[in-house]
Structures are given as C-alpha cells and as structure tokens.
C-alpha cells in the first residue's frame, strides 16, 4: 500500500511557474513508476507526465518543453515543474504511483494509487 500526498499548487500568473511535489509513503519508492494527471472542471483527467523506475520521461504534447518531471528516490518524492503557464493548465494535479515494478504509462489503468490532488489556478 503506497499512500501519496501532493503539495505546491495555488494561484499563478500566465506565464508563471509552480513547483508541485508529491511525497510518498513506505520504503519501496524507488519499485513504482511515477505519473502526474491532471481534470480540468468539466473535462475527464489526462495524462500529463510520467517517469519510469529508472528514470525515463514522459510527457503530453500540450506540456512537453514546460514542464519536467522528475524524482528524488531517497526523498520519497516525485516532482513537476511547471514554467511559462498558461490558463488552460489550470486544473486539479494528481500523481499516481504504479504497481511494484510497474512501468510508467499515458493511461490511468497503469497506475494503482493516487494522490487526493493540489489545485492550480493560472489566471490573471
């Protein structure tokens, strides 16, 4: 059982930057791939980034070159950081962590836990 806790979001201004991390229980983090989805109001959740056990990137095109995933295995922690942000990045973010051994994946069938989500609001 991996349980996640997000933090970093709030209000930012277009073109802007926020850092979100989300930190996670137990002794096994570096065995799970990491992903960060995110649901606009009205809007199903999409993929927005993933990193896989050994370090491997992935992004959405709507973010690839603003944001960077990464991880920090001795910390627990898997982190995104967001620059020149634009409205339509607001939404709530969640991470998700996969089963043991897992790869990282787009799809939200690929991930087994979640985060309760941090909100990020870019408007002016």
């Known amino acids: 059982q991996v349980q996640l806790v997000e933090a970093g979001g709030g209000l930012v201004q277009p073109g802007g930057s926020l850092r979100l991390s989300c930190a996670a229980s137990g002794r096994t983090f570096s065995r799970y791939a990491m992903g960060w989805f995110r649901q606009a109001p009205g809007k199903e959740r999409e993929f927005v980034a993933a990193?896989?056990?050994?370090?491997?990137?992935y992004y959405a095109d709507s973010v690839k070159g603003r944001f960077t995933i990464s991880r920090d295995n001795t910390k627990n922690t898997v982190f995104l950081q967001m620059r020149s942000l634009k409205p339509e990045d607001t939404a709530a973010y969640y991470c998700?962590?996969?089963?043991?051994?897992?790869?990282?994946?787009?799809?939200?069938?690929?991930?087994?836990?979640w985060g309760q989500g941090t909100q990020v609001t870019v408007s002016s």
């Open positions: 990193i896989s056990r050994s370090g491997f990137v």
């Open positions: 998700a962590a996969s089963t043991p051994g897992g790869a990282a994946a787009r799809e939200e069938g690929g991930y087994d836990y």
